[in-house]
């Protein structure tokens, strides 16, 4: 089985797909967008009235994109772009039939989501298809920035675009009798782009609730995202694009913390720390990361997960530091066998509390981006302290990655990663590997094929293995009806990289899908789609088959709700003793087998209401036992100044004696209130009782100037059992964390 992987990966690597080039538009015409360069100062005011305004091209008329996407929008758009030595302008008069009235789920930046009223641009400066900037706003003058990575498609991995990075640029917002008018600069030194370029790819959207209508200037298919960047639009520059000159900017920031850990009576005293970011353009479209001594303390909090797996559950990278160019290192692999996971760093995982803590890092330094309009680059050192209490030295990480451009948007990449304590060169683990990610006819057909190889001296003193490896390859169709997906896996039995995420190894696996989708003439639906799906897993040792097959039925509305219903059945063989309830019960025997049938659905309400609600539940088999569960969330939004929330994720399990019965609960009601656009409080109490640990986080954040922050971080975690209360709400630790951050341009 593995000989097979590896020869249809070897085969799929050396195809080539250079030529391959269609136009996005069904007309076989790309819109395209002159500007003009500004003759006069341009007042940011929300009112498009100066004469480079006034005498600037517009676009035509938009696309609906939702509920349909064979028409022109009903709701009329006009965008306008202009430009200077230092900022790129976008004016846009969205016209609605009242605009007084509109959701805006919060005065929140970087807000997403359903339901919303926003007008957004997305940019793809390097024409490149592959990565993009997007930058939105909404009738409140909210704004919200973005990457946009995967050809603005998605994997796997998931979301097309990250709106955690942030950037430093202007909007001013107006309302006339029937439109809003939205006015944005956005400099030049916050973008990345190859200096003498005359066009860069581009794209505008807006969403407006009341109308329930989705538009878009350069036609996308309602099969994939607006951000899907092979439809794109071009904006034609009168003059060439030049040098935005030195472009350095420091980020300091001081901290003091107190903290406390009760379990092992050990006190942080109330210190002064401090360390900075710089941020140093070494071209216009390379990028230079520096961190010394930084501080992630006042990043979001992860929301809790129940697991009811044998496996490793994932939580997704959220520090600043990591986050541009993020696919140049992390998006390497497969969805379960990452050669690189970034919160392998400074991060590592409390067992008592379900919670990650930091390990302090050093410094580190990152240079990512393109070196030409077909190559990009990345390259990432970094140096974390040692954790006695966690039994680590100080690592040295280092990451080395290569893309190569082919054909319109497909890209050749290859990647080395290394973990090293420079103290001791026999401990050392490396990775090294390439994959190719292909797109052919404008998204329709997609995929990835890569392979994967350690070399590390744990394997009893040897440097390389034959089955320390990982290969995996899956391939995608799209169309407006039917759509279906193969994945191939072979992850080795010594494949087990540590700065990696790779919850299992030792297996071959087949898998794949097929499904059908519809669009009835109705006054209440949108879609519908239907499919079946299976998958079948070899063991490398035992030799033994674990299988998952079903089918899915699923319903889109036309007022944003869905409904999802999904019946399937696990065969699973037990290559490790198991406990299936979680709890360090009596566990399964190695060797047995299940068989289990368990049946899903899933309703979220119309998003566009003050008060939403999500609910879920699942019901069958599950091992020997029965497993019952609900899960969901309630949601009511006072706009736009808050919003109140309450997730929950509740699971019965129910075992034959002498095995152990389980009631997981996971809970966490939310106050996320915008006082202002600029002063934020976020508080979320979650309880986990697999876990037993109640956990609180507070964050108050007073944005002072443009991305310079004042934030104060409170958190407590205590123990909460409910089989046993007689400790209950005793503190494992708490801490107070007070951080100033400013952003200098030099």
Known sequence: MKIFYRGVLVSLLSFSPFGIELLAQEDGKVPILAVKKVKTAIKLDGVLDEPDWLAADTTGLFHQQFPFDSSRSVLRTVVKVTYDDHFLYVGAKLYTENPNKYVVPSLRRDFFGPGIDIFAVIIDSFQDKTNAFTFGTNPAGVQREGLVSKGGVG????????FTWDNKWFNEVSMTVDAWVYEIAIPFKSLRFKAGATQWNVNFFRQDSKKNEMSIWSRVPRIFPAFALNYHGVLQFEEPLKTPGPNISMIPYLATKSARDYEEGVSEDLNLSYGADAKVALTSALNLDITVNPDFSNTDVDQQQTNLNRFELFFPERRQFFLENRDLFSDFGGENSRPFFSRRIGLALDTSTGQYIQNDIRFGARVSGNISKTWRIGLLNMQADKNPSLNLPSYNFGVASVQKRVGTNSNLRAIVVNRQDLSNTSDYDRVAGADYNFSFDDNRFTGNVNFHQQFSP??????????AYSSTANFNYNSPTFFSGLWLTSIGQNYDPVVGYVPRNGFDRVGGFVGYQIYPKSPHINRMNFGTFRGHTWDGIWGKSDRDYGGW?????????QFGLRVFNNYTFLIDPYDPSETDGLELAQGSDYSYTQVAFDYSSDARKKFTYRIGAISGEY???????MNGSVGYRWQPYGVFSIDFDVNTVRLPDPFNDADILVIGPKVDLTLTKNVYWTSVAQYNSQYDNMNIYSRFQWRFRPVSDLFIVYTDNYLYDFQNTENNFNVKNRS??????????L
């Open 155 to 162: 994997d796997f991995s998931g979301s097309p675009v990250d």
């Open 736 to 745: 107070l964390v007070v951080k100033l951050t400013y952003w200098l341009n």
């Open 623 to 629: 091992y020997n036992g029965k497993l019952r569960g």
């Open 553 to 561: 039925y699923e319903i889109g509305f036309l007022n944003t709700a």
């Open 458 to 467: 744990e394997f009893n003193g040897e440097h390389f293995k034959s089955d």
